[in-house]
């Protein structure tokens, strides 16, 4: 247990469905990822959150709709996805400013667009 | 901020045996991460040595890093089948990690 917790583990979903991805995190961190990783492809930074206001967003297709309520919860909207967006989704969080950043992953939801 | 990448892509050795994964990246870092995934799990962190630091240990755990070469080893002691796993290095920019497409490790017992 590392202190994120991603929900769902696993989704099926089709390319017409809406869907969300949720993650929630009890370390007290200001700073949370999304990460994209395919087969045999590099982890792939989707969009970073510090202190709930995006920095980063790595030119992700906009079927992709990340929403940062507040500091512990972090959302991923899903809307007519494609195959190739059948992957293992990770939800991660810092602590940043403290010199180190040490990333805590949940275990991630596997989706698989049908 | 520039995402590492490790050397080799995949290994495999026998129980007892040091494993030995390399990384390398392009530009100045602060720090840089070393992570280990277990097969369709999340990462989990191993160590972190600072860009001021040449070795650092934890454990069965050595990593070294070389500022002027870019690059980074992480050495794994005494493996065991539990080993098993892919290992990621991450450079760390402000608030984005990057990382690269792995090693993925295989300990044979």
């Known amino acids: 247990e590392t202190g994120v917790t991603q929900t769902p583990r696993h989704l099926v979903m089709g390319m017409t469905n809406k869907k969300s991805l949720k993650c929630e995190q009890h370390?007290?961190?200001?700073?949370m990822y999304w990460y994209k990783q395919s087969a045999k492809k590099p982890l792939e930074l989707m969009f970073v959150?510090?202190?709930?206001?995006?920095?980063e967003n790595n030119s992700v297709p906009s079927r992709f709709s990340p929403e940062c309520p507040n500091s512990s919860h972090l959302f991923l909207h899903l809307h007519t996805l494609q195959p190739e967006d059948s992957a293992l989704y990770l939800c991660a969080s810092s602590q940043e400013g403290s010199g180190g950043t040490e990333a805590f992953f949940g275990q991630g939801t596997r989706l698989t667009v049908v | 901020s520039q995402q590492g990448e490790e050397d080799p892509q995949a290994l495999s050795i026998q129980e007892g045996e040091n494993a030995t994964m390399n990384c390398s990246y392009k530009t100045s870092i602060n720090n840089l991460q070393w992570y280990r995934q277990n097969s369709g799990r999340g990462l989990v962190h191993l160590i972190l040595?600072?860009?001021?630091?040449r070795e650092k240990h934890s454990g069965r755990l050595r990593v070294t890093l070389d500022t002027s070469k870019k690059s980074s080893s992480l050495l794994i002691t005494a493996s065991r089948a539990a080993d098993t796993a892919s290992y990621f290095c991450?450079?760390?920019?402000?608030?984005?990690?990057?990382f690269g497409a792995g090693t993925r490790l295989t300990v044979k017992p």
């Open positions: 991450a450079t760390d920019g402000r608030v984005d990690m990057r």
């Open positions: 959150y510090s202190l709930e206001e995006r920095v």
């Open positions: 370390l007290g961190h200001n700073a």
């Open positions: 040595i600072r860009s001021n630091e």
